[in-house]
């Protein structure tokens, strides 16, 4: 993990020298909307902030902005996975990425000499960070936005943004800073921010992506305008465990807002918070929690009821509010082609057998390459989410903002208020050409399901759902330094899910910083032969077998609970570990069986292996299960194992027992049984054998 030392003149973001009309909220409501949030939980800021400068800490840090500039965010995150260090959230804090450089740079010099000029410019007491235009040429219909661009439609004929800092100390920043296209303008980036490393205190118009997806933040993202907010998190780990926080709190637009047979328009509120650790080097896991409370029509807003409604789950929470969380874990193979493979498993309320189980569950995976065949790098992600997601039958416009969905940018791309289910796929492709700059290929693709359609705040299934099309999009863009600045082109579009075409051809030009500073780079570009990474005894393996298993199903109450027969089916996985000690290594997999004549998909998140002194090894893993039924079945799974080392040169022999725990899958299809619990429970249990061959 990285451990922050004092920072000294490192600023953060404000536009100086000018003054934008409409870009900065008006003094007196900012404070009242404060005061109001600081009613709700902040107070706990000032013990933080007091107690953290009590001790030897270092000052706040600015944060990169966020889908501003995809091509040196593109380099950023690549320099993160050769560093070894799992993020699990965005915006990136500026001092995480310059301690991340060193150790990148012993794999990838060119890299981190472009990025370490970038960060060039928030090496002074005040300067300009980031100023783009941007002007295209459209064609589009019905108001479909670019995905993660901040609400922008695709008919928006022009960008402009801009941010820049002040910093008076290390313990105070003040930014200011807006994003502008057709029909909007938001202050995004205009905030103050004042504490330490250890408890850092951000008032203002801060983006939040509590997700380590790059493309698709479940809880979290900045498909909508930016919302204001108040957030205090931490950049410097703490403990030895790498602890890291984050907890904000923000207000989205008015929606109409129905509670106890009383309606009202009101503004709710949404609190959200991130915990993780990294208790070992290249993975992290954390937890999340997004709340939407309060506004009106007689929901409970206090600071009790937020306390409550955060630490139980279940009960009135899930009747008196909205509430969402996560698990998330990302983890780093060091291997002679580095990569990064991460997860998040997302839930609507919880389930049935524990509040640790998430109902209606949302599943993204991920894996990205920071460099292939010396040039290219390719990132893939896929998401996948049950129904009612981002409806409520409370909050009558569920989680969104201006009617757009606080997370995945996929649930925009249906009826409004449709909670249909649904799957995106993303695959990104980078390259550097040797006549220079930056070309990158990406193309998303989304399936709405056909289960479900109609107004579900009932959580009834229709007999008739939309018939929504296959949506997809394809972008192209090319960037280069030229003479101080950045130029480039790109080329968007695709058909939405009403089978209507959309494009949009752009042109750009964003400050590239100063040729130099009063620091000079460590980095040169003279060496751009790349090095050897340090892997860390890792390794990338498959497996293949054959498993015994039974499977548990729980139809409905009251419907007796049947256990099929003892059956096999084949086995197949792939996976990857490092070594985390003199005997111990971690890993990640994905592994598929046939379990009752169904596809189960299991995700090891977490794949632990202790090494004898003989050729015996132990396992325990633990993940998220995929059941293959009539619809998705998804639940947490977990198990041990033991494996024979080397029965032959590269060749292990490997025996499992997984236990799956209430796969649950919603009663969304016409044919279910209809009953006062809206789930079907699977609990499976199996054992495998299988040989395993490491590369």
Same mark, same amino acid.
């Given at each position: 993990? @990285?451990?922050?030392?004092? @920072?000294?003149?490192?600023?953060?973001?404000?536009?100086?020298?000018?003054?934008?009309?409409?870009?900065?909220?008006?003094?007196?409501?900012?404070?009242? =909307?404060?005061?109001?949030?600081?009613?709700? $939980?902040?107070?706990?800021?000032?013990?933080?902030?007091?107690?953290?400068?009590?001790?030897?800490?270092?000052?706040?840090?600015?944060?990169?902005?966020?889908?501003?500039?995809?091509?040196?965010?593109?380099?950023?995150?690549?320099?993160?996975?050769?560093?070894?260090?799992?993020?699990?959230?965005?915006?990136?804090?500026?001092?995480?990425?310059?301690?991340?450089?060193?150790?990148?740079?012993?794999?990838?010099?060119?890299?981190?000499?472009?990025?370490?000029?970038?960060?060039?410019?928030?090496?002074?007491?005040?300067?300009?960070?980031?100023?783009?235009?941007?002007?295209?040429?459209?064609?589009?219909?019905?108001?479909?936005?670019?995905?993660?661009?901040?609400?922008?439609? %695709? &008919?928006?004929?022009?960008?402009?943004?801009?941010?820049?800092?002040?910093?008076?100390?290390?313990?105070?920043?003040?930014?200011?800073?807006?994003?502008?296209?057709?029909?909007?303008?938001?202050?995004?980036?205009?905030?103050?921010?004042?504490?330490?490393? =250890?408890?850092?205190?951000?008032?203002?118009?801060?983006?939040?992506?509590?997700?380590?997806?790059?493309?698709?933040?479940?809880?979290?993202?900045?498909?909508?305008?930016?919302?204001?907010?108040?957030?205090?998190?931490?950049?410097?780990?703490?403990?030895?465990?790498?602890?890291?926080?984050?907890?904000?709190?923000?207000?989205?637009?008015?929606?109409?807002?129905?509670?106890?047979?009383?309606?009202?328009? !009101?503004?709710?509120?949404?609190?959200?918070?991130?915990?993780?650790?990294?208790?070992?080097?290249?993975?992290?896991? $954390?937890?999340?929690?997004?709340?939407?409370?309060?506004?009106?029509?007689?929901?409970?807003?206090?600071?009790?009821?937020?306390?409550?409604?955060?630490?139980?789950?279940?009960?009135?929470?899930?009747?008196?509010?909205?509430?969402?969380?996560?698990?998330?874990?990302? +983890?780093? %193979?060091?291997?002679?082609?580095?990569?990064?493979?991460?997860?998040?498993?997302?839930?609507?309320?919880?389930? &049935? !057998?524990?509040?640790?189980?998430?109902?209606?569950?949302?599943?993204?995976?991920?894996? &990205?390459?920071?460099?292939?065949?010396?040039?290219?790098?390719?990132?893939?992600?896929?998401?996948?989410?049950?129904?009612?997601?981002?409806?409520?039958?409370?909050?009558?416009?569920?989680?969104?903002?201006?009617?757009?969905?606080?997370?995945?940018?996929?649930?925009?791309?249906?009826?409004?208020?449709? $909670?249909?289910?649904?799957?995106?796929?993303?695959?990104?492709?980078?390259?550097?050409?040797?006549?220079?700059?930056?070309?990158?290929?990406?193309?998303?693709?989304?399936?709405?399901?056909?289960?479900?359609? !109609? &107004?579900?705040?009932?959580?009834?299934?229709?007999?008739?759902?939309?018939?929504?099309?296959?949506?997809?999009? +394809?972008?192209?863009?090319?960037?280069?330094? =030229?003479?101080? %600045?950045?130029?480039?082109?790109?080329?968007?579009?695709?058909?939405?899910?009403?089978?209507?075409?959309?494009?949009?051809?752009?042109?750009?030009? /964003?400050?590239?910083?100063?040729?130099?500073?009063?620091?000079?780079?460590?980095?040169?570009?003279?060496?751009?032969?790349?090095?050897?990474?340090?892997?860390?005894?890792?390794?990338?393996?498959?497996?293949? !077998?054959?498993?015994?298993?039974?499977?548990?199903?729980?139809?409905?109450?009251?419907?007796?609970?049947?256990?099929?027969?003892?059956?096999?089916?084949?086995?197949?996985?792939?996976?990857? /570990?490092?070594?985390?000690?003199?005997?111990?290594? @971690?890993?990640?997999?994905?592994?598929?069986?046939?379990?009752?004549?169904?596809?189960?998909?299991?995700?090891? %998140?977490?794949?632990?292996?202790?090494?004898?002194?003989?050729?015996?090894?132990?396992?325990?893993?633990?993940?998220?299960?995929?059941?293959?039924?009539?619809?998705?079945?998804?639940?947490?799974?977990?198990?041990?194992?033991?494996?024979?080392?080397?029965?032959?040169?590269? =060749?292990?022999?490997?025996?499992?027992?997984?236990?799956?725990?209430?796969?649950?899958?919603?009663?969304?299809?016409?044919?279910?049984?209809?009953?006062?619990?809206?789930?079907?429970?699977?609990?499976?249990?199996?054992?495998?054998?299988?040989?395993?061959?490491? +590369?």
């Amino acid at each position: 993990m @990285l451990n922050a030392p004092k @920072l000294t003149g490192l600023p953060g973001n404000l536009i100086y020298g000018t003054r934008l009309e409409g870009f900065i909220p008006r003094g007196a409501e900012l404070l009242r =909307w404060f005061t109001v949030t600081s009613s709700h $939980g902040f107070a706990i800021a000032a013990v933080l902030l007091a107690a953290s400068a009590a001790a030897t800490a270092a000052g706040v840090t600015a944060y990169l902005p966020m889908n501003l500039e995809p091509e040196i965010e593109r380099q950023i995150e690549r320099v993160l996975i050769l560093a070894d260090e799992p993020i699990l959230k965005r915006p990136f804090s500026v001092e995480l990425v310059k301690l991340a450089l060193p150790q990148a740079c012993e794999v990838d010099r060119p890299l981190c000499t472009r990025v370490s000029k970038y960060l060039e410019r928030y090496s002074r007491d005040y300067a300009v960070t980031h100023a783009s235009a941007t002007g295209a040429a459209t064609h589009a219909k019905d108001n479909v936005v670019v995905p993660n661009q901040h609400g922008m439609p %695709v &008919d928006s004929d022009f960008e402009l943004s801009a941010i820049a800092y002040a910093q008076p100390s290390d313990y105070l920043l003040v930014s200011a800073g807006a994003i502008s296209y057709r029909g909007r303008t938001t202050p995004t980036g205009s905030a103050v921010s004042f504490g330490t490393s =250890w408890a850092q205190l951000d008032v203002g118009y801060r983006d939040h992506w509590l997700s380590p997806m790059t493309d698709s933040s479940t809880l979290i993202s900045t498909e909508t305008p930016t919302t204001p907010s108040v957030t205090l998190s931490n950049y410097e780990p703490l403990t030895r465990l790498g602890f890291q926080y984050e907890l904000f709190l923000t207000r989205i637009s008015s929606q109409e807002i129905s509670y106890n047979g009383v309606r009202a328009s !009101g503004d709710p509120r949404i609190f959200a918070a991130q915990f993780s650790i990294e208790p070992l080097s290249g993975w992290s896991i $954390g937890f999340n929690r997004l709340l939407e409370y309060g506004g009106g029509a007689g929901l409970p807003a206090s600071a009790r009821f937020l306390a409550r409604d955060f630490f139980v789950p279940s009960g009135a929470s899930q009747n008196q509010g909205n509430q969402q969380a996560s698990y998330v874990s990302r +983890f780093i %193979v060091p291997a002679k082609t580095p990569f990064a493979v991460y997860f998040q498993y997302a839930g609507e309320d919880n389930e &049935d !057998g524990g509040s640790y189980l998430l109902g209606s569950p949302a599943t993204s995976v991920g894996i &990205d390459f920071p460099r292939i065949l010396r040039y290219f790098d390719l990132t893939y992600e896929i998401s996948e989410w049950s129904n009612i997601w981002y409806v409520h039958n409370i909050f009558l416009a569920g989680t969104t903002n201006d009617h757009l969905v606080l997370g995945n940018w996929g649930a925009d791309q249906r009826n409004f208020n449709d $909670g249909v289910g649904a799957r995106s796929q993303m695959l990104r492709v980078g390259w550097e050409p040797s006549f220079g700059g930056y070309l990158e290929e990406r193309v998303r693709t989304l399936q709405n399901q056909t289960y479900f359609g !109609g &107004d579900n705040r009932t959580y009834v299934a229709t007999p008739a759902p939309f018939p929504y099309h296959r949506y997809y999009d +394809f972008t192209l863009r090319y960037s280069r330094p =030229w003479n101080g %600045v950045v130029v480039g082109g790109e080329a968007f579009g695709g058909r939405d899910v009403d089978g209507k075409s959309f494009s949009r051809l752009a042109g750009f030009v /964003r400050y590239g910083g100063d040729a130099r500073t009063r620091d000079e780079s460590p980095y040169s570009e003279e060496d751009d032969e790349p090095q050897t990474a340090d892997q860390h005894g890792a390794e990338v393996f498959v497996n293949a !077998g054959v498993n015994a298993n039974k499977v548990r199903t729980d139809l409905e109450k009251g419907i007796p609970i049947t256990t099929s027969p003892l059956g096999y089916g084949p086995h197949f996985a792939v996976g990857a /570990r490092r070594a985390v000690g003199t005997s111990n290594d @971690l890993g990640v997999r994905a592994e598929f069986d046939q379990i009752d004549d169904h596809l189960l998909i299991g995700l090891r %998140v977490v794949d632990y292996r202790h090494r004898f002194d003989g050729p015996l090894a132990f396992d325990l893993f633990a993940g998220v299960a995929r059941y293959n039924v009539q619809t998705p079945a998804t639940s947490l799974y977990g198990g041990a194992g033991v494996e024979w080392r080397d029965i032959l040169p590269y =060749w292990d022999l490997d025996l499992d027992y997984r236990y799956g725990q209430n796969l649950a899958r919603d009663h969304v299809l016409a044919s279910d049984v209809q009953g006062v619990r809206p789930e079907t429970f699977f609990k499976i249990e199996s054992t495998t054998l299988y040989v395993t061959r490491r +590369f």
